[in-house]
């Protein structure tokens, strides 16, 4: 098999049988066991090729050491669950077993115990020097803590064997010793998220595919004509004045408004035409007032005379 293929044949089946195998439409019993066959339909369907149970077993020998088992058709991983899983019969420890820490995880355990946090058992390894090495991963500043695991053992706490290390259930702080903290950890960049070259690079310095705005924007600057080239402000057209769409109601009215010129000319106010205003009423004499049938003629216009009638 291409390397290429065998890692991500690898990280597909740990990522499928330790955390996610729902999202391989895969059904996993109580002790984290799955078919192999549909193990291997799940990942030809996932990576896209047709995979043979000789693929299967290649994936599950690389690496090193024993991190999953097969049986009679079945296969699991044999720790790193961060669901729970029936880890099997307890299994009595060696006399001490040991964690490499973060250095706040070391402070946390000499107050409360290890707990397994994210995983659902704490991962113990056989030697000092495994453990120093898991620590020099997690952070730079570490730990190694040796766990009294027989005495815990004795004590009740359930230890279960996975041949290149323990699983065990929360242990007191009374079984543990937390070493010194070290300084010599890996310190791992950080990375840009993609590849080749990272999102800005191969948007642009918009940030947005094809260059972005900004690289439009600059399009746009470079097809514009020279200054020189521009026409002269007495050759450029007139601008285009647009009669008003909203004229006023005939007689006026209170708040009618004035309808500003679309262009910065002098007002001229026009007269009004003669038959839009109504002639001054002519004052007469009271005289009594007969009630007599009278029409009204619906309109939508202002009445003749009143307030805000207009000039």
């Keep these: 098999m291409q390397q290429e293929l065998l890692e991500r044949l690898t990280r597909s089946l740990a990522y499928m049988l330790r955390h996610q195998p729902e999202e391989f439409d895969l059904e996993l019993d109580e002790e984290g066991f799955a078919d192999v066959e549909d193990v291997l339909d799940a990942l030809s369907d996932r990576l896209d090729v047709d ?14 050491g024993k991190r999953y088992q097969l049986d009679d058709g079945m296969v699991r991983a044999l720790y790193g669950h961060s669901f729970h899983v029936e880890a099997g019969e307890t299994t009595r420890p060696p006399e001490l077993l040991y964690l490499g820490v973060g250095s706040r995880d070391a402070e946390r355990a000499e107050d409360n115990g290890l707990r397994a946090g994210r995983r659902a058992y704490l991962h113990l390894a056989l030697s000092a020097d495994d453990a120093r090495e898991m620590g020099r991963r997690i952070a730079r500043d570490y730990a190694v803590i040796t766990v009294n695991a027989l005495d815990a053992w004795e004590a009740g706490c359930a230890f279960y064997d996975r041949g ?27 990375s840009r998220r993609g590849r080749g070259g990272g999102r800005d690079e191969r948007r642009g310095s918009g940030g947005r595919r094809g260059g972005g705005r900004d690289s439009h924007r600059s399009q746009e600057r470079d097809e514009r004509p020279a200054r020189d080239e521009r026409p002269a402000r007495d050759e450029r057209p007139a601008r285009e004045v647009r009669p008003a ?4 109601p005939a007689g006026g009215g209170f708040g009618s408004g004035v309808l500003e010129p679309a262009v910065p000319e002098p007002v001229i106010l026009e007269p009004v035409a ?8 002519v004052a007469e004499e009271p005289s009594p007032v007969a009630i007599t049938e009278e029409k009204v003629v619906e309109t939508n216009d202002a009445p003749a005379t009143g307030f805000g009638a207009g000039l």
């Design 274 to 281: 003669p038959e839009s205003v109504a002639p001054e009423p």
């Design 164 to 190: 290149s290390l323990f699983l065990a259930d929360p242990i007191d702080r009374e079984y543990l010793e937390v070493g010194e903290i070290q300084h010599d950890g890996i310190v791992r960049e950080r």
């Design 51 to 64: 995979l043979e149970e000789e693929d299967l077993m290649e994936a599950v020998a690389s690496g090193g």
């Design 245 to 248: 769409t909203g004229a006023a």
